[in-house]
């Protein structure tokens, strides 16, 4: 083993970690400096949050050896982690529902129970980086975005000096983004915090970081200093290819919106002519406490085009998406598919009518984790796949290996647990579910949230393809710089109404900001 350098406050040498057949993590070398933020990107699967996983002793390596200021450390569990000072905010949700907020980051505090004090340091926390989490909060009531927040919240509230941050903005909007940097630089110049940025988002990495390495098939296929990187290079170093313009757009944050990326997509003018496919009409939703879910909310959307609903998380969009699901019914207006009025709230009524749902958070309510690929491939079908009422292995196995085949699905097997697949095939499984039975309407929630730029290019490329199609595409972001690549023309959403439309040739990042915020008369957008 290399002799320890006093400059780095962690060293990895030679870690590797297998999984059955799988080889996740091989022979990385890693090292974090004080007072450094280190980029480490990759496509799904490519091992990063394997390697973090191990630094915080949730994976035992298979092999190499951890250095933490300069002595060789062996790390079994989180709480040993946290006492070395190594925090980690995780891509997938540790939290525990049925837990308040300030209750979640009181569990695994040393000493007394003290709510007070616990609360006070949860509104402190969230009031320096302006997270905007009430710790009263039970978790369960939260949106996907805000379970983020809480998971940043937890982490920084045990004051960690090594910091692993596993796409820690993919639920915040730009300007929540932006700041938290802005805090997190703070504390890495002036407090020595050594930060590993996990993240898919290129802009994100190349305006935060000092250092960026790049893992493809579980090792560092590069490593290279910030300044000399670009979105293109490092693209092509996580695919092993070149990527579009217009996928690396989508995939960065809303600085990466230019006159290139908006000429890229569509025309425009995709419902030239003819009736809208979807009509929504004063849509009103309330919650069971009466607060304000859906307040007169409007849209169309017609054959052959894609419309991007831009907004806060929290403003509408996972209300609007459980509507259009049958989870939740209207108290006032509709929903019409081709001039027929859909039943809002009844069971199936959305699906059978031709709307197809892929839902923001895909291990919540896109898909089954513990069952097979393929049993997840045929849930929205399973007419199609049983005989007298008894579904038939044959016609399951059959129809998912077509699915895999069509949709590039990696994996072992149609039998493989759907939770042994990466996030990216993970989402091609949610993406060939809501394809495969032929939908009239395709409402795409936050579809390529948390995914590699490989598995956005893919992704994108099948909305646009769906619109081609003649399906009418109903896509609801919080990444400006997916809706400028993707949709024809662009809603606002706030407080859960429809305040502002523009055609994709009028987009201007300002006057989307000012509609995103609620300041519709000031940006005069109609």
Known sequence: MPEANSDFVLELHGMTKRYGDVLACDNVDLTLRRGE?????????????????????????????????????????????????????????????????????ELGQHGKLDPGATRELVVEVTERYGLDVDPDATVRDLTAGMRQRVEIVNCLCRQPRIVILDEPTAALTPSESRYLFEVLVEGVRKEGWAVALVSHKLDEVLQATDRISIMRDGRVVERVATVDADSASLARAMVGRPVTLRTTAAAAAVGAVTEETVASSGDGDAHEGGPPVLRITGASATAADGAVLLDGLS???????????????????????RVLS?????????????????????????????????????????????????????????????????????????????????FDIHT??????????????????????????????????????????????????????????????????????EIAALADRILVIYRGSIIGEMARSEFDVDQIGLLIGGSAAESGVT
Do not use: F
């Open 37 to 105: 933020i280190h980029g480490i990107l990759g496509e799904n699967g490519a091992g990063k949050s394997t390697l973090m996983r191990m630094i915080i002793g949730l994976a035992m390596p298979d092999a190499g050896t951890m250095v933490l200021d300069g002595k060789r450390r062996r790390i079994v569990d989180p709480t040993q982690a946290a006492e070395h000072g190594i925090g980690m905010v995780h891509q997938s949700y540790s939290l525990v529902d049925a837990l308040t907020v300030w209750e979640n980051v």
């Open 299 to 321: 849209l169309d959307v017609y054959a052959g085009e894609i419309v991007g609903v831009a907004g806060v998380e929290g403003n509408g969009q996972a209300p609007l998406t």
């Open 326 to 406: 049958s989870l939740i019914p209207l108290q006032a207006g509709k929903v019409t598919v081709n001039d027929q009025e859909v039943p809002s709230g009844r069971a199936g009524a959305m699906m059978n009518a031709g709307i197809s749902v892929i839902p923001a958070d895909r291990l919540d309510s896109g898909c089954v984790p513990q069952m097979t690929v393929a049993e997840n491939l045929v849930m929205s079908v399973l007419g199609q796949v049983a005989t007298h009422g008894v579904l038939q292995r044959n016609e399951i196995t059959s129809r998912a290996q077509g699915l895999i085949d069509e």
């Open 412 to 481: 072992p097997s149609p039998d493989t647990t759907l939770a042994e697949l990466s996030g990216g095939n993970q989402q091609r499984v949610v993406l060939a579910n809501a394809l495969s039975c032929d939908p009239k309407v395709l409402v795409a929630t936050q579809p390529t949230r948390g995914l590699d730029v490989g598995a956005v290019e893919y992704v994108s490329g099948r909305l646009r393809a769906a619109a081609d199609e003649g399906i009418a595409v109903l896509l609801m972001s919080t990444d400006l710089g």
